[in-house]
């Protein structure tokens, strides 16, 4: 370590190698959970004070020095160093508080004429009785710029940071939820609610949370409510221009800027003390940097000032317009516009009319055609691009739009990001976007305008899904990513609209979308509301769409796992395609049901339906379909220990995909590749696969390639006996199942977890994990993973001797792996059986089933690894001490018969 700014995980895991103990070792010492070690180390966890006290004592830190220390765990902030590492031979380095984790930026504009609320504000959240603190007060009043300041003071007080969530374009309480968890890091999993996935992450840490623009989500304040309820840690800023009605909420009623006195102008440096007219003044001379107050123009700027309220977002407006107009013009048409607009909006309060005031004049300023596009422009509740704004609004030219955009960018109406990759994207202040949609819907045209936004998107989506097979994937989902909300917004349109097909197609293109980038839940969301609406639309839909969209439905539900309900998406779409023209659609139900069957552990059906959407692909010459099919007939082929014939339809399915270029499917096939060697023993070239496998799906963002590889990376690590890294690999693998829920592959890492806390002996630790990978496992109706946790539970218990719950277990895995016809799984149970033989004294026997067990694996041409090699050698020693090295010898060349406990395995391996 060299760096000054060290951080405290760094420090504990030189100082954990120093002392020569494993993660496990000084979870145990100090009384928590390993995986709390593991996220301290990382950086990703700050330990209580509890905790860093108790690291204190097993680091063996001086007494005297504790207090300095647990301040450093916790980084929390003081004037000068933390603590200095004095232990002898340490590096001399004085270790710092880390800046605590934020999402702020920049602020463009230094905050003008609000110290005192600064003051107040800053005290009132400091109190330990404010948990919620709401800034009250209408637009443009500059609450938001406000609670962004705070922010910013704010950051190193809260230990655990400061994050800001802009709502503008969230419209429900769910979505509220998913903006905070993708906030805080957090993806929604499906497999708990996500409410409850945000309290057990926020449960011990404190953060401020700022929640901007609430008011149109109020009825999420409940949400808020608990959660601050839960976390006793967090605080709450909300700006609202309402109140959120709760009991805890304190509020802070945020006024405009104080304004001058226009009977008293004559002082010009007075004046400027005056908040409203020092921010007209700073924002005038940001748009002309000739403008300058004077004695000619202080009356008309603090007159100006004085018939705005003294609101900062009005004032901002109009100074925005130095360049053109003079304080005293500005003046003349606020005395016109505002008589004209308070006397036909009596249904808003004063200051609101005001502000509107001030939009209005902006818009009015604009030329007609000006005026068109603004208010089109109404219709985006996110940023989008010019390509985006020709198709929607029209236009005789590009350059005509172009060049439109160019003035309302100058006109301070509309942002231009150019730093956003491939295209420029443009985007409005929300006050400025729903005066906009006002005054859209005003218009004629307004329904034709949203028809041809629903129309653009559902069209650039499915243009965009037509290549995420090939060899610019990356850059596709990149843009479905920057049109999310946008998307959304077209599907919200469509379905209010009862365009129920059109729904349908677009939720259908964009089920691939959702499946990458983990974004399944919303998908199955969206999809599921879709199809009960089938039976209260009077729309006929075509029978391929709702085949479609049932395929849809089942294929995220596969990849979270929940095999049951997929089955019965893809058996509803089954009965559908006797009235199908479409073979490939047709193919893609058969090729479904069989992944499910395949998980189910119903293998042959599996096989039967795969090879049938195999032989209509190949009809269709459906190059993508061929390669799916060669791919999941090689899984299948894995289950059923033909591992020959599943390594040649893999390699034939990689083959297809790299001429293909889908960084998916090689990612996917290279994944089956590199679990068959590790099945077989061989660790090199099954980490090699899986390598790869990892590369193909990080280069396209595939959180469940991912999640995969992680875990089975773990799992070669395991068995190459490299407890500690492959502890690392399994908790990271299991973070990511959970994220995108998928609970095949967090029952997978939970098992495996629980296999390393068995070897090690932390024998509760490992009855938690196998108990919940268990109870996964048998909620998706996952036969083979319910098998080998059995096994592994039987494991736990032998090494505990309790030897009839283990032989209870290892017979009840036995049996289902009977049932489903796996031979590895066979094998695993009956060397389970064998050490049982060995425990109970019936020596005799054990050496027959290992018999079995080494013809078995010989059958299939499994290599023991070296964890195997270990289970056997210790078995061995004690056999030929028993029975002695000859009789041993015999009855392990002895070939099994076929009444032996194993009959069925070499009869499904001969199959």
């Not at 270990?870 to 070939?895: C, F, S, Y």
Request: proline share 3%; net charge negative; charged share 20%.
């Amino acid at each position: 370590m060299s760096k000054a700014d060290a951080s405290f995980g760094t420090w504990l895991k030189s100082r954990r190698k120093t002392l020569d103990m494993t993660q496990e070792e000084l979870a145990q010492e100090v009384g928590c959970a390993t995986v709390t070690i593991r996220k301290i180390e990382a950086n990703a966890l700050r330990p209580s004070s509890q905790i860093a006290l108790r690291l204190a004592q097993c680091c063996s830190i001086p007494e005297a020095e504790h207090d300095a220390f647990v301040r450093f765990a916790r980084s929390e902030q003081t004037d000068g160093h933390v603590w200095v590492d004095k232990t002898p031979g340490a590096p001399s380095i004085r270790f710092e508080a880390d800046r605590p984790q934020n999402n702020l930026t920049d602020l463009p504009n230094p905050l003008i004429g609000r110290e005192q609320e600064l003051e107040q504000i800053r005290q009132r959240l400091l109190k330990d009785s404010v948990r919620l603190l709401t800034l009250i007060g209408p637009p443009g009043v500059g609450k938001t710029r406000l609670a962004l300041q705070i922010a910013q003071e704010l950051l190193e007080v809260f230990r655990d940071g400061v994050f800001v969530l802009p709502l503008a374009p969230v419209t429900s309480p769910q979505q509220v939820l998913e903006t905070l968890a993708n906030t805080l890091g957090i993806k929604e999993s499906g497999m708990v609610v996500l409410s409850e996935e945000i309290k057990d992450y926020l449960y011990d840490k404190e953060v401020l949370l700022v929640l901007d623009n609430f008011e149109q989500v109020l009825d999420a304040a409940p949400l808020i409510d608990s959660l601050l309820q839960t976390c006793y840690g967090v605080k709450a800023l909300v700006t609202s221009r309402e109140v959120l009605r709760l009991r805890r909420e304190r509020r802070f009623n945020v006024s405009p800027l104080s304004l001058p006195d226009t009977k008293h102008t004559a002082d010009v440096n007075a004046l400027l003390e005056i908040p409203a007219v020092a921010l007209f003044v700073e924002r005038a001379q940001a748009a002309n940097s000739a403008f300058e107050i004077n004695e000619q123009n202080a009356a008309d700027i603090a007159a100006v000032c004085v018939q705005l309220d003294g609101l900062p977002l009005s004032i901002e407006l109009i100074a925005a317009r130095s360049m053109l107009l003079s304080p005293k013009a500005m003046l003349r048409h606020l005395d016109n516009q505002l008589a004209l607009l308070t006397s036909k909006s009596y249904d808003h309060p004063k200051r609101q009319q005001t502000l509107r005031d001030a939009i209005a004049w902006s818009y009015e300023l604009l030329e007609p055609d000006e005026q068109a596009l603004f208010a089109s422009l109404g219709v985006f509740p996110d940023s989008f691009t010019l390509s985006a704004t020709e198709a929607i609004v029209g236009g005789e030219s590009p350059m005509m739009v172009l060049d439109q955009l160019s003035a309302l960018v100058d006109k301070s109406l509309l942002l231009a990001r150019t730093d956003i990759q491939p295209e420029m994207r443009f985007e409005m202040l929300q006050v400025l976007r729903e005066y906009a949609r006002e005054q859209l819907e005003q218009q004629p045209v307004h329904q034709v305008v949203n028809q041809r936004f629903a129309d653009y998107y559902t069209d650039l989506a499915t243009d965009i899904s037509t290549k995420l097979t090939g060899g610019q994937q990356r850059e596709m989902l990149q843009r479905l990513e920057q049109e999310s909300y946008n998307l959304q917004a077209t599907l919200k349109w469509l379905i209010d609209q009862h365009q129920i097909t059109k729904a349908m197609r677009l939720t259908n293109v964009l089920s691939d979308f959702w499946h990458i980038r983990g974004l399944i839940t919303e998908g199955r969301r969206w999809l599921e509301e879709l199809l009960k609406s089938i039976s209260t639309s009077n729309e006929t839909i075509p029978v391929d769409v709702r085949i479609d969209t049932l395929n849809a439905a089942g294929f995220l539900a596969y990849h979270q796992s929940d095999y049951l309900t997929a089955h019965q998406f893809f058996a509803e779409s089954l009965a559908l395609i006797q009235a199908s023209p479409d073979q490939s659609l047709v193919a893609r139900v058969y090729h479904n049901l069989g992944l499910t069957d395949l998980w189910l552990g119903q293998f042959s059906s599996a096989t039967d339906l795969i090879q049938q959407s195999l032989a209509l692909w190949r009809t269709e010459n459906e190059h993508i379909g061929i390669a799916n099919a060669f791919c999941n007939l090689g899984a299948v082929r894995i289950e059923q220990g033909h591992y020959d014939q599943a390594h040649d339809l893999l390699i034939e399915s990689l083959a297809l995909w790299n001429e293909l270029g889908t960084q998916r499917g090689i990612a996917a096939t290279l994944l089956h590749l590199g679990k068959l060697e590790l099945i077989k023993g061989q660790l090199t070239a099954a980490n090699q696969r899986i390598i790869e496998s990892q590369h193909s799906s990080i280069t396209i963002g595939s959180k469940t390639g991912i999640a995969s590889a992680t875990i089975y990376r773990g799992a070669i690590l395991l068995h190459q006996l490299a407890f500690d890294e492959a502890v690392e690999l399994l908790n990271e693998g299991l973070d990511l199942a959970k994220e995108i829920g998928n609970k095949q592959l967090a029952s997978l890492a939970l098992r495996l977890l629980g296999r390393i806390a068995s070897e090690q002996e932390h024998f509760a630790q490992a009855e938690l994990l196998l108990a919940e990978s268990l109870h996964l496992c048998d909620t998706m109706g996952y036969k083979a993973g319910t098998a080998d946790t059995n096994v592994q539970r039987g494991w736990l218990a032998l090494r505990q001797q309790r030897y009839a719950q283990s032989l209870e277990l290892a017979q009840a895995a036995f049996a289902l792996f009977q049932a489903i016809e796996q031979p590895a799984g066979l094998l695993s149970a009956l060397e389970l059986l064998a050490l049982l033989h060995a425990a109970n004294g019936d020596y005799a026997s054990a050496a027959r089933t290992w018999a079995q067990v080494h013809h078995g694996r010989h059958a299939l041409a499994m290599v023991r690894t070296p964890l195997d090699e270990r289970t056997w050698q210790q078995a061995r020693a004690t056999l030929a001490q028993q029975l002695g090295p000859e009789t041993l010898q015999q009855l392990l060349d002895t070939p099994p018969s076929e009444h032996d406990t194993s009959g069925l395995l070499f009869q499904i391996i001969s199959a």
